[in-house]
């Protein structure tokens, strides 16, 4: 085997795409719930998409940041406009992202002579690959083999503003979490909980620093997770997956304060933010800032999660007890094993991913339509009914 053996890929090789349709080589069509991982918020080959890249194709692929990047510029100034940010830095993956929240958290206490180092985060949550990323996870799944980890990461009950109290000394710089936990399992954040760790970021001088690589960019029905809950100011919010529709695109938005901190030389990326990446960025914007877009993901995924709800869980009680989620970024909480299920889905031609706490992942293209919701229903309760 040529490609290292990180991956246990599924024994279907990928043609091409289509909307939130799939090819295998063989000319089999599934049904994609899976978009990447959250990614092709679009669905695939968006023929708005495909030409931003193609014109820009032929323009200029990469500069780097030695020169002023025009499209990058309209990028960062469409994420600030509608949103808490004040600035953006691009990078290319989700774990990039949160890197540089942690540096930046870093930064901004240094500069202020302050010694506070610590980020407390929550247990179950996945933030990526890089040491910060598996440091701040705490996950022995994640971190085995690869010790010493970075230290300075404490990982509290999620949904538990307690936990996080309890935690608190003198050294705590940031309160470091997921909006809504993806890999974990499905499980947002509660607005109540939410609401809390504003308060005590407040009261102690800390910073708030969400984690939204797989949430964020209208996968709940908001630009943000973090807009649905209004008195909510984040810090820094780090964003990837779906900005890029399908290219690796990340991105850490930052506020006022912690623009501050950072400055001429700090952090830097050869490929953040190159006119490729940013073509593919402004076209996905002009979709998930429109309100009316937002406004269809809520509905359609409010849809699917009714359906699913009141029309499989009762229907199998012994496969599966629930859902969870928000938007279209959903759970099917599995009694059966959940690989066993997402292998009878495949049957069926549709592609769900798993999670932790043994649930179903559902992360359709945003694109999605009651009539692909029917459809998916069709084919879990055609997949469950061989149980
Ligand atoms: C919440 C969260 N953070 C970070 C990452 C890491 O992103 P990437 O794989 O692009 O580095 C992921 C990936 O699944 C994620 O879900």
Known sequence: MSILGVYNPLNIEIDHGDGVYLYSKEGTRYLDFTSGIGVTSLGHSHP??????????????????????????????????NSFAKSVFFCNSGTEAVEAGIKVIRKYFNNKNVKKTKVICAKNAFHGRTYAAISASGKSKLTEGFEPILKGFKQVKFNDSKAISKNIDKETAAIMIETVQGEGGITPASKQYLREIQKIAKDNDILLFFDEVQCGVGRT???????????????????????????????????????????????????????????????????VLNEEFLDHVREVGFNLRKLLKEEIVPKFPKLVSGVRGIGLMIGLEAIENNEILIKSLIQEKLLTVKAGQNVIRMLPPLILEMKHVEEAIEKIDKAFSNF
């Open 221 to 287: 029905g908001k630009f943000l997770a973090t807009e649905w809950v209004k008195e909510l100011n984040p810090n820094l919010v780090a964003i990837a997956k779906g900005i890029g529709g399908g290219f690796p695109i990340g991105a850490l938005l930052l506020d006022n304060k912690t623009t501050k901190s950072m400055s001429l030389g700090s952090h830097g990326s050869t490929f953040g933010g190159n006119p490729l990446a940013m073509a593919v960025a402004n076209e996905v914007l002009n979709f």
């Open 48 to 81: 708005s998409l495909v030409s931003a890249l193609k014109d820009q194709a032929e323009k200029i692929w990469h500069c780097s940041n030695l020169f002023k990047i025009g499209n990058q510029q309209e990028v960062a100034n469409k994420i600030t406009n």
